[in-house]
T-cell receptor, first 113, second 114 residues
Framework: DTEVTQTPKHLVMGMTNKKSLKCEQH?????MYWYKQKAKKPPELMFV???????INESVPSRFSPECPNSSLLNLHLHALQPEDSALYLC????????????FGSGTRLTVV | AQSVTQLGSHVSVSEGALVLLRCNYS??????LFWYVQYPNQGLQLLLK??????LVKGINGFEAEFKKSETSFHLTKPSAHMSDAAEYFC????????????FGSGTRLSIRP
């Protein structure tokens, strides 16, 4: 299995809703990442997990809450989002001991209304 | 701090023509270097990477890139463009440390003219 699977592919949520994005990989990668990508822009790093521990938080607002329940799963919990949070959210994974490049999922297209 | 610069936000070539997408990095220590491709409404796919060793790196879909330390460059080329190559291309760099950030360039949109 050489894929990173993200669900759902599309999500529309109101500003008072709580929702979660899910990411799963079975490549044995011990580093996992959340990126946010706005249209016509490069991905922006949000969080990095290494060996299931949060190692990097790029000053992301607390309305985004990451969770890594085990080495294969990564969640992003969403609460009280703003319309400007609408974007493509990408999950990625990589080996933790050397950065030989990420494997990206296909993303969740999030629209906040 | 490391940075990646992609020259040209939009490149247009004719089908069958040479594709050249430019990338320069700024780092006193050569980093790991990557090219990713992104098709509309999809994630990023790794085209090729340079870590150590041979400076000419071959990737998927007929693409290759050459690492030139003296020019701090990692330009992406393909001898003959296909319509299916139309996409957004990102150059990226990382340092050697574990689980570190990948720094992305701003991207180059490649269009192919029939």
């Amino acid at each position: 299995d050489t894929e990173v699977t993200q669900t759902p592919k599309h999500l529309v949520m109101g500003m008072t809703n709580k929702k979660s994005l899910k990411c799963e990989q079975h490549m044995g990668h011990r580093a996992m990442y959340w990126y946010k990508q706005k249209a016509k822009k490069p991905p922006e790093l949000m969080f990095v997990y290494s060996y299931e521990k949060l190692s990097i938080n790029e000053s992301v607002p607390s309305r985004f809450s990451p969770e890594c329940p085990n080495s294969s799963l990564l969640n992003l919990h969403l609460h009280a989002l703003q319309p400007e949070d609408s974007a493509l959210y990408l999950c990625a994974s990589s080996q933790a001991d050397r950065n030989y490049g990420y494997t990206f999922g296909s993303g969740t297209r999030l629209t906040v209304v | 701090a490391q940075s990646v610069t992609q020259l040209g936000s939009h490149v247009s070539v004719s089908e069958g023509a040479l594709v050249l997408l430019r990338c320069n990095y700024s780092s006193s220590v050569p980093p790991y270097l990557f090219w990713y491709v992104q098709y509309p409404n999809q994630g990023l796919q790794l085209l090729l990477k340079y870590t150590t060793g041979a400076t000419l790196v071959k990737g998927i879909n007929g693409f290759e890139a050459e690492f030139k330390k003296s020019e701090t460059s990692f330009h992406l080329t393909k001898p003959s463009a296909h319509m299916s190559d139309a996409a957004e291309y990102f150059c990226a760099a990382s340092d050697y440390s574990s689980a570190s950030k990948i720094i992305f360039g701003s991207g180059t949109r490649l269009s192919i003219r029939p």
